[in-house]
Structure formats: C-alpha cells, structure tokens
C-alpha cells in the first residue's frame, strides 16, 4: 500500500538535544512538507520541498532544520534552539492538488 | 497573511440532522481547496478535493462547494452519524510561483454527533 510512514510515533527530548523525526513516502510524491499543530491552533507550515535537493522555510522555520536528498524521504530535525518544541507534527505529500498525510509524530520536551 | 476561518468552532448533534460546516479564506482567489477529518491523535485524512477548474465535489453523504468570488467554502454532511465525530478543517492553496503546494489551515470544528 502506497502512503507516508512517519517515525517514531512518540518522542522524548531533554532539553538540548537535536532529535530527528523521520518521514517516508512511497507515492512517488515531489512536493513534500512538514506543519506543527499546537492545541487550539491551526497546523502552521515549518518546511515545504518542491524537489529533491531544493527546500524552503515556512511561517515557522526557525529552530528546525530539514534535508530532502532522496525523492521518498524529507526529515525534520528540532535543534536545541527551538524554544517550544512540545507539539504534534505532522508530515505531508503533494500530488497534482491532492496532500497527503502520514499520521504524525507527537514530540514532548522533558 | 493568509487568514482562515472555520465556523463554528464547535458542533454537538443529535444522530441524523444534516450539518453545514463553513470556512472563509481573507484571500478568495483559491486555486485548490480541501477538507480534511483528523480523528483525536491521529493524522489528517482527506475528504474532498475541489481543483481550480471545480466548484464542488461529493463523495457519499459529503458535498463540499467553494465560492472563489467570496473565498468561502461549505461542508454539507448529511444524515450525520457517531461516526462523523472528528475536528474538519479546511485548507486552501494559491497559485503563486513557488508557494504552490502550501496549504492554509483553518483551526477546525469539532463535531460530537450523539445517538
């Protein structure tokens, strides 16, 4: 079955660490995103990447970092400077209008 | 600043009435419009697309139209079931060079349909 495998699906972080969350599609999707969404907040955009090797920030870059080198895979790291880092994240695919989304990764600072 | 408005906020049914869900865009020239189900931890699940050249798009008991003169958007959901209980947003998309692709949330309704 063809969709987008985010991982892991809960994470821990200390304070100051880097953590990775991973995202992985099989759609054959170009265009490829990450959002945040906090409780009582709409999903706000913090990567988006068109293509492969090409990358741009959203309304919510700072304190995160991506990479896009292969077509299936775009991971989002949150770097020690990212002051509120306790969210929901959610990764996304774009084909021809129709986004699709992988089923999140739930982050807590500890 | 793209500004989304989903109303209402919140929505508590009895089993079997027909809900309109509504969300309005400050920018109305939309090229691509979607609503979304996300079930309470999980991720968003696509419900309906309207593309630039539509106006409205069904599937079952959801029918979505978009007005691009006014940049609202309407989700009819008729014969509601338990179901049904999950937060609906909609997101809209611009055609403008390289910002095609990213989507505009609104915060969603929340829907609770009762027996």
């Known amino acids: 079955d063809g969709g987008i495998t985010q991982s892991p699906k809960y994470l821990f972080r200390k304070e100051g660490q880097n953590v990775t969350l991973s995202c992985e599609q099989n759609l054959n999707h170009d265009a490829m995103y990450w959002y945040r969404q906090d409780p009582g907040q709409g999903l706000r955009l913090i990567y988006y990447?068109?293509?492969?090797?090409?990358?741009q920030k959203g309304d919510i870059a700072e304190g995160y970092s991506v990479s896009r080198e292969k077509k299936e895979s775009f991971p989002l790291t949150v770097t020690s400077a990212q002051k509120n880092p306790t969210a929901f994240y959610l990764c996304a695919s774009r084909i021809q209008g129709q986004v699709i989304f992988g089923s999140g990764t739930r982050l807590t600072v500890v | 600043k793209q500004e989304v408005t989903q109303i209402p906020a919140a929505l508590s049914v009895p089993e079997g009435e027909n809900l309109v869900l509504n969300c309005s865009f400050t920018d109305s020239a939309i090229y691509n419009l979607q609503w979304f189900r996300q079930d309470p931890g999980k991720g968003l699940t696509s419900l309906l697309l309207?593309?630039?050249?539509?106006r409205e798009q069904t599937s079952g008991r959801l029918n979505a139209s978009l007005d691009k003169s006014s940049g609202r958007s309407t989700l009819y959901i008729a014969a509601s079931q338990p179901g049904d209980s999950a937060t609906y947003l909609c997101a809209g998309e611009y055609d403008r060079g390289s910002t095609l692709g990213r989507l505009y949330f609104g915060r969603g309704t929340q829907l609770t349909v009762w027996p």
């Open positions: 990447s068109q293509i492969v090797n090409d990358f």
């Open positions: 309207i593309q630039s050249s539509q």
